[in-house]
């Protein structure tokens, strides 16, 4: 077991995680039933902690796919840099998730509000974790490539040797 191998692990969490999260919030909301929304809320909280973990794992991932043939280093860079945009959206979704359970508990008056900045920032996220996984699966599995894929990777095949 190494780094890539945690790595594939770990990131299908904040994928699936943050989508049915979302999906048990927005339920919660619209059928006002506040133990779905109790649900939600916590998938995506432990969506949004497995996505620093998966993003943790990434760079330690990234070494031990260098060397192997095959592997554009251009959707490698590309995979990271949406990844830490997710992260951030993951960890705001998972904080506002934090504070309407904390809101709940308390039974306080921004209740209403918190939970819908968690919806917007879940659904914003869902998005934004399933286009993540995207590109981490272009990087080793070549059927996930499009025409345009290929031709980013055609563009951009020198950006990080130039970094280097």
Do not use: C
């Not at 989508?19 to 969506?47: E, P, W, Y």
């Amino acid at each position: 077991m190494n780094w890539a191998y945690i790595h594939l692990i770990i990131n299908h969490f904040p994928i699936i995680g943050v989508s049915i999260g979302t999906a048990l919030l927005a339920a919660g909301v619209i059928f006002k039933n506040q133990g779905v929304t109790i649900s939600g809320l916590g998938n995506i909280l432990f969506a949004s902690l497995m996505a620093i973990v998966a993003y943790m794992t990434g760079n330690p991932a990234e070494e031990l796919m260098k060397g192997l043939p095959e592997i554009a280093k251009s959707l490698i860079s590309r995979h990271e840099n949406i990844a830490t945009v997710g992260m951030y959206l993951m960890v705001t979704a998972g904080l506002l998730a934090a504070s309407s359970l904390y809101s709940i508990w308390k039974k306080d008056k921004t209740i209403r509000l918190l939970i819908m900045l968690t919806l917007a920032f879940s659904i914003i996220s869902s998005g934004t974790m399933v286009f993540i996984g995207l590109t981490g699966g272009q990087i080793r599995h070549s059927e996930f490539r499009n025409e345009a894929t290929k031709q980013y990777i055609i563009d951009h095949q020198n950006d990080v040797e130039a970094d280097n």
